[in-house]
C-alpha cells in the first residue's frame, strides 16, 4: 500500500471512530471516563497523534460497546480495521496524522534589501513601546525595489 493510500486508511479509521462516538450522543469527556483515561489523551488518540495503534481491547472495542450498545456485528468490524491498522503500523512504524504540508512561501533573493518593518501607530492597546518606535526612528531609510 502506498503511503498516500495508508495515509488515508488511518485518517477514515480515526475519522468513523470520532463520528461513531459524535452520533452515539456521548461526549467525549464520558467516553474518557468511562475508559479510564484523561480527556486529553482520548483526544490525542481519537486525533491520529500517537504512534502506535489503540489498543484494542482496552481503547477500541470499549468504545464501540458503549457508543453501539454493545453491537456484536459492528465490533467484529472495528476489529477488521483494527486489524488493518495494525498492519499498516508494523509496515510503517508509525500511524501518527499529519497535517497537510504548506509550500514555503520564497524568501528574498541573495543579497535583497529586506523592507523596514514598520510599528502601528500608537493606540490604547499598543503603549510603552517608545524604546523601539525610536529605534526605528534611527535607522536609515531605505526605498523600496522597484
Not at 482520548?42 to 450498545?69: K, M, Q, W, Y
Not at 496524522?97 to 528574498?108: F, I, K, N, S, Y
Amino acid at each position: 500500500m502506498a503511503r498516500a493510500d495508508t495515509a488515508g486508511v488511518i485518517a477514515k479509521f480515526y475519522g468513523d471512530l470520532r463520528e461513531l462516538i459524535d452520533k452515539s450522543g456521548h461526549d467525549q469527556a464520558y467516553i474518557a471516563r468511562r475508559l479510564h483515561m484523561g480527556k486529553s489523551t482520548l483526544s490525542e488518540i481519537l486525533n491520529g497523534r500517537r504512534a502506535r495503534p489503540p489498543h484494542l481491547d482496552n481503547v477500541i472495542l470499549p468504545i464501540v460497546a458503549i457508543c453501539t450498545g454493545n453491537d456484536e456485528q459492528r465490533a467484529l468490524a472495528w476489529k477488521r480495521r483494527h486489524d488493518v491498522l495494525s498492519g499498516i503500523y508494523q509496515q510503517t512504524g508509525d500511524l501518527r496524522l499529519r497535517p497537510p504540508q504548506t509550500p514555503a512561501r520564497p524568501g528574498p533573493a541573495p543579497g535583497a534589501v529586506r523592507p523596514v518593518r514598520m510599528l502601528r501607530a500608537d493606540t490604547a492597546t499598543f503603549t510603552g513601546r517608545t524604546e523601539q518606535i525610536d529605534e526605528i526612528g534611527r535607522l536609515p531609510r531605505v526605498s523600496p525595489p522597484s
